[in-house]
């Protein structure tokens, strides 16, 4: 599995301490209005765990699953929903944890979505950006970092699946999309 990484973006000592970073900044922004945290399945995962694990703050976490990619490394652009929220948000905080913004279509899609059910606010939290890749007028509330145009895997982030169990971000090696 790890052979099959070029070099690590990001580490897992700098992502923890950026995350944690990003868990004070929400806890302040959001204190005293009991946000609901959503989870775009399945790349958030790791990141949602470590912001909402000792977040100081009373929050309710739910999850949406959004599909964008059909395999591979590149955007189809078409996005399906293939799991709703299951609370109701009408009147409440939302902030939206995802793993990665890249060309928007998936952000800009579940944006639109989810202010349908009338929240009083949405905000967009982002582990990694991509904005040189950007097709759509979409951007993150909260970035943890802003990175080149380099398809990344762990921390969440997979390819064709795999590689979501590192605990760092790292460049997959150009050979594995060519086999
Ligand atoms: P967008 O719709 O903004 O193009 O892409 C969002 C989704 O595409 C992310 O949730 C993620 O699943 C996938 N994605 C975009 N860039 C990367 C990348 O560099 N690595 C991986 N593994 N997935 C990516
Ligand atoms: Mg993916």
Redesign the pocket.
Known sequence: MLNAIERVLLTEEQIQSRVAELRNTLAAEYEGKNPILIG?L???IPFFRDITLKMPIPCNYDFVC????AAG?Q?A?T?TLLKDTAMDLRGRHVVVL????????????LKAHLLQKEPASLKLCVL?D?PE????D?EADYVGFT?PN?????Y????MEY??NFPFVGV?KPEIYSK
């Open positions: 775009v399945k790349g958030a959004a599909s964008s990619y490394t955007s652009g996005v995802e793993d990665i913004l890249d060309t928007g279509y998936t952000l800009d899609f990694l991509k890749r950007r097709r759509v979409i990175i380099v398809f990344v895997v762990g969440g982030l997979d390819y590689y979501r997959l």
